[in-house]
């Protein structure tokens, strides 16, 4: 039930329903825009539910708090990119790990392993 779920996860639903109840069509961009909010969920330590809820719905409106980016500019930025407003601001999947913005290291690895999994014959 709705009372069940309410507080639980991200705040993804709430971030795609920007993009889909403006009519706007569904595709991987709506779903960069809740990796985004996931991402600052990890990112950010909460110390209270009133604060999650306060941070994800400012996110909305102004990005990662100060704070948040004075002491991690670099995922401040990753986040903000992400949850741009616009669809059409927002990274693909693969403009995202083209970024300067991520570590070197972490694209090969991630690269190698979606490979590897897409490889076995096993893989869903």
Known sequence: SRKN??????????????TTVTGARYDEKVDMYALGVIFYEMAFVF??????????????RRGPSADFAAVFPRQARVIKWLTQES???????SELLASPLLPPKLQLD???????????PSSP
């Open 110 to 120: 991630t690269l190698k392993q979606a490979v590897t999994t897409l490889a076995e």
């Open 5 to 18: 779920t309410s507080k639980r996860g991200s705040s993804a639903a709430a971030a795609a329903a920007t």
């Open 87 to 93: 669809p059409d601001a927002r990274p693909s999947a």
């Open 47 to 60: 110390t209270t539910r009133h604060e999650r809820a306060d941070e994800l719905s400012a996110l909305r």
